[in-house]
């Protein structure tokens, strides 16, 4: 496809087209070799990858981003990608922040004090299965199946898709309406997923990349 053709094959995707949306995420996101490697180089874990893989195809899907068809539909895909994991980074990080303990000791018959992440201690494994289960009680079905094979299970999204032979994009939908669901119970912010804006400056660079890539 040129570049028109594939602004009109994104918007069809985001119209809601199965088959442009199958294709869309299969060719661009899955298969793409610069967006597998762009995950593997900035993300450590296979399952945040995968997360962050489904969560930039979501955003994609639902932000009706600009794109003209000025360059690349691939290229602009890595951008989304690249702003999906900067917004996973500032994510942890803020987490991070917020789950600190502070321990007293003693050294040299001085009292010191230092903090150090919750995470270090394993706090959070305590009563994990009866905390999962009342978690996945709030959740209402077919949410609550595909965030428990997830999550309990730590199944990909693809055994997801097999274990209930349902499209592997609902099921990534499913598991993201979830997490919105966890996170207005507790309390905590429910963003949807950030519209792709590619200002100027970005926009010629995108172009650059756009003949160097290959796919």
């Given at each position: 496809?040129?570049s028109?053709?594939?602004?009109?094959?994104?918007r069809?995707?985001?119209?809601?087209?199965?088959?442009?949306?199958?294709?869309?995420?299969?060719?661009?996101f899955?298969?793409?070799?610069?967006?597998?490697?762009?995950?593997?180089?900035?993300?450590?874990?296979p399952?945040?990858?995968?997360?962050?893989?489904?969560?930039?195809?979501?955003?994609?899907?639902?932000?009706?981003?600009?794109?003209?068809?000025?360059?690349?539909?691939?290229?602009f895909?890595?951008?989304?990608?690249?702003?999906?994991?900067?917004?996973?980074?500032?994510?942890?990080?803020?987490?991070?922040?917020?789950?600190?303990?502070?321990?007293?000791?003693?050294?040299?018959?001085?009292?010191?004090?230092?903090?150090?992440?919750?995470?270090?201690?394993?706090f959070?494994?305590?009563?994990?299965t009866?905390?999962?289960?009342?978690?996945?009680?709030?959740?209402?079905?077919?949410?609550?199946?595909?965030?428990?094979?997830?999550?309990?299970?730590?199944?990909?999204?693809?055994?997801?898709?097999?274990?209930?032979?349902?499209?592997?994009?609902?099921?990534?939908?499913?598991?993201?309406?979830?997490?919105?669901?966890l996170?207005?119970?507790?309390?905590?912010?429910?963003?949807?997923?950030?519209?792709?804006?590619?200002?100027?400056?970005?926009?010629?660079?995108?172009?650059?990349?756009?003949?160097?890539?290959?796919?």
């Amino acid at each position: 496809m040129d570049s028109q053709e594939e602004a009109e094959f994104l918007r069809k995707a985001q119209g809601g087209s199965a088959e442009a949306r199958d294709q869309l995420y299969s060719q661009y996101f899955a298969q793409s070799k610069t967006v597998q490697g762009l995950l593997t180089r900035e993300v450590p874990i296979p399952e945040d990858r995968e997360d962050i893989l489904h969560d930039a195809y979501l955003s994609l899907i639902r932000s009706k981003g600009e794109f003209r068809g000025d360059a690349k539909l691939q290229t602009f895909v890595y951008r989304v990608v690249q702003i999906a994991i900067l917004q996973k980074l500032r994510s942890d990080r803020s987490r991070r922040r917020d789950k600190m303990v502070r321990l007293t000791f003693e050294v040299d018959g001085e009292e010191r004090e230092r903090s150090l992440p919750v995470e270090d201690f394993g706090f959070e494994t305590v009563n994990a299965t009866l905390a999962a289960e009342k978690l996945l009680k709030i959740l209402p079905e077919p949410l609550r199946t595909a965030f428990r094979l997830r999550v309990t299970d730590e199944l990909s999204y693809d055994e997801i898709a097999r274990r209930t032979q349902t499209p592997i994009n609902t099921v990534a939908t499913r598991i993201f309406k979830a997490r919105g669901i966890l996170a207005r119970v507790f309390g905590g912010p429910v963003l949807p997923p950030e519209p792709v804006r590619i200002d100027s400056k970005l926009r010629a660079q995108r172009n650059e990349q756009g003949k160097a890539t290959n796919e």
